[in-house]
Nanobody, 126 residues
Framework: QVRLVESGGGVVRAGGSLRLSCEASGPPFSTYDMGWFRQAPGKEREVVAAFRWIDHYTYTGDSARGRFTISRDSAKNTLYLQMDRLKPEDTAVYYC???????????????????WGQGTQVTVSS
């Protein structure tokens, strides 16, 4: 069983930055792939960024590319999402997710992840 706890959300003005954290507990950090998703009101959940342990492959979604960076600290069992140059359209609930490490999964799909955090709200004002 993996438990994920997100933090770092809040209200920020457009152009500002936030860093989200996701602390994981349970099996060793290196045994599962991890990702950040977001869901805005009335919209489907979408992948923001993801990391695969087997080959250290990092995926960044189109909306986040060039502005957001996913990283992890294995010593702290923590996944991060650094968000810069935030836009009002980045407003959403952001979720951390974890799934069994595999080279065959599509990290962009929610189905690749078995465990989810409770989410943290990010609001970007114009």
């Amino acid at each position: 069983q993996v438990r994920l706890v997100e933090s770092g959300g809040g209200v920020v003005r457009a152009g500002g930055s936030l860093r989200l954290s996701c602390e994981a507990s349970g099996p060793p950090f290196s045994t599962y792939d991890m990702g950040w998703f977001r869901q805005a009101p009335g919209k489907e959940r979408e992948v923001v960024a993801a990391f695969r342990w087997i080959d250290h492959y990092t995926y960044t979604g189109d909306s986040a590319r060039g502005r957001f960076t996913i990283s992890r600290d294995s010593a702290k069992n923590t996944l991060y999402l650094q968000m810069d140059r935030l836009k009002p359209e980045d407003t959403a609930v952001y979720y951390c997710a974890a799934g069994p490490a595999s080279e065959n999964v599509d990290l962009r799909q929610s189905a690749a992840y078995k465990y989810w955090g409770q989410g943290t709200q990010v609001t970007v004002s114009s």
